[in-house]
């Protein structure tokens, strides 16, 4: 082999012959023995002579051949004679793992470390078997292969299979060719990739897999023309009960559920279709197509899946709606179902195509991947569920109360009447049991604010009621009157004694307010006079009589205080003129004179004295006196 060969398969520009074969038939390295022909070796493979080429003379120290040309198999002989040369000390060696078995299962065992011994080198026998090593392991015989550029053939494994003796192939190709004798050991025994090339506990694992895989495919097939006949029983038993649930409609007598809402909502017209695959249900089309508008599109009862045509018929299988042999048909069953007959078609189909035709009528409308009801339909009926639950809470609040009114009664005046008996008994209006009149939408109101006032009366704060509303509370109300007529005198008595302080609480603060304004005899004048402008009552009993009584004697006592106040103010003033005229008169007239001028009855003022009140009339008594005084002169 070239050098740039060798560089080109091992990856290393070093020299590719770095051993060479003594007279004695050891090895000698290139750095053990003389420069040229008298290292005195040959090659391992050809045997030809060989000349050390050291580092003085080349830059990689290595063998060449002498005077011939290279036989290339040098460094590959020599790599795989040391190899072997590492079995001779009895080393530990490193087994690969394997496939075996453990408690007839299959399991990999991991690669160990072993014990050798060896036996001899290239052992052959009369089956041509000729393995690099025969060592001894574990208390087994055991041959090792070691390949450099040749591996173990098929035919070889074959022969060893035949010889029923372990063997492992140790590969040792990509170990450079001028590697040491330490690192040559280290490979062969423990770091290069190995391999078993036979192992009885493989061939038994094997033949075990091979074993158990044609079990396996055998229960497969068995399986397999089991599960055919059975589709094929599946589809024929499938047609077969179709074409009987057609020949045999089922329900020719039934009930639409919640046909009433659905009449109300205006869309009882949409239930009944015979869409194809109908007869795949255990009722008539009205009956399960009702189902799905009430209770998938109005109660939602698949909460936020998506109203498709899966969801809806696990719903109603849910519900039993859907005969035994059409559930969970496959699509395969189905198609070939339906190759059968035509007519077939599986129920998520027919719920499929119902949901089509509600679609083109405009009671759906798509809705992400799903559809929902249109809100033309949603919002009516929305409306109408609402006032239902509202009239079902006032009937279960009605039922209780009912409860509640008979537990309020003595036991003897019950007689043992339950809830239950009430429910069934008579109610006379309607002819109708209690419990279906709750639920006449003419009947419930006037029943419910009966049963309200019942309660009301017995809680003490509502008027009697007449009547029973079928409950035996005839004594209940009896007691009821007596006590409502025992608390009105109560309340009639007290409202007297809340008059009566009210009087005396109006008649003391208008007497109040006369001490205040007035002196006694005034006082007494003013409060006990009787007014025709008070409808002939005096102030006192004014004020007893209301509070708007005691506001007119307060605004008649104001006008009775002004007034004494004004009149005093007058009579003040009137005394101060005439003071003021006597002392004038006194002045300018004699005595005798001044006084008959005083008591005079003069034809336009009288008595001036009597006649002087205010300014104007103290001048005009004082003209009066200068016409005395010019008459009767002055006393000086």
Known sequence: MAHEQAQKSYGTDRAQLVYGRRPDGTFAHIGEVARGLACGCVCPACNGQLVARL??????????????????????????????????????LILPERLGLDNKRLVMKPSLEVETE????????????????YVRALGYDLFVEVAVTHFTDSAKIQRLREHKIPAVEI???????????????????KTATRRWLYHPGIEAARAKQEADELKWQQERGRREAAATAKYRSRVEQTAAAYRQALANPVGRDFVVPRGVELQAIGLAKFVGRGVPGFACFSEPPAVWQAIILAEVFHDRCLGNAQCKAVPIVNHLEKRQLIQKAFLRVSGEVADDVTAIDARFAPAWKAVDNYLKYLLGEGVLTPQ???VTLAPAFANRWNARTLAANQRTALIQETVQRVGWILGELPEDERAGTTVDQWLQSIHQESGLTYDKAL???????KIIGEIATIVQMLEGNGPLFYGSAGL????????????????????RQRQLLEASRLRHSRRDRLCVDAETELNGEDRSAFLHTKRADMSDMSPVELAEDSESGLTRAREALSVFVRQRRGEAEAAAEKAAYQDKIRELAEARLPPADAIAFLKAREDDIGAPLQYVKDERTFQKACAKLTQWENQFGSPF
């Open 171 to 189: 590969d040792l190709s990509k170990l450079p060719r001028d590697s040491l004798r330490d690192a040559i050991n280290e490979a062969v025994l």
């Open 55 to 92: 580092k003085e003379d080349h830059r990689v120290a290595h063998f060449a051949h002498h005077d011939v040309e290279a036989c290339g198999g040098g460094p590959e002989t020599v790599l795989h004679l040391l190899a072997k040369e590492a079995f001779r000390s009895n080393p530990k």
């Open 118 to 133: 060896f036996l001899r080198l290239e052992y052959n026998d009369p089956k041509t078997i000729i393995p690099d090593l």
């Open 439 to 445: 639920r006449s939408e003419v009947e419930a109101p």
């Open 472 to 491: 035996p509370i005839g004594n209940a109300i009896s007691r009821r009157k007596a006590k409502m007529e025992e608390q009105a005198e109560v309340r």
């Open 368 to 370: 992400g991947f799903g």
